[in-house]
């Protein structure tokens, strides 16, 4: 049985923590941080490395909302 593919964010989403799954030339890519705008059919995701990855919602197969990530370990 394979698993249903839903787009469950929407512009009202902008501020939560999400991830996505998006069409690329050979199959798919994943990005899970913060949505910071969807402005004119283009997201920007901002990953927990800082950078910001720009999607195309049409190029969406599967998105939703998250909890906050988990803290970090300390080290020592």
């Keep these: ?13 902008v501020g ?8 690329v030339p050979g199959g798919f890519r994943d990005a899970v941080g913060i949505l910071e ?3 004119r059919g283009v997201l920007r995701v901002r990953k927990r ?12 197969v599967a998105a939703k909302v ?3 990530a988990p803290p970090r370990p300390q080290r020592m």
């Excluded at 939560?16 to 069409?23: D, E, G, P, V």
């Excluded at 490395?49 to 969406?60: M, Q, S």
């Design 1 to 13: 049985m394979a698993a249903r593919l839903t787009v469950a964010v929407t512009e009202a989403d």
């Design 16 to 23: 939560a923590r999400i991830t996505t799954r998006r069409r």
């Design 37 to 39: 705008s969807w402005d």
């Design 49 to 60: 490395d800082g950078t910001v990855v720009e999607i195309v919602a049409e190029e969406l």
């Design 66 to 68: 998250v909890p906050a």
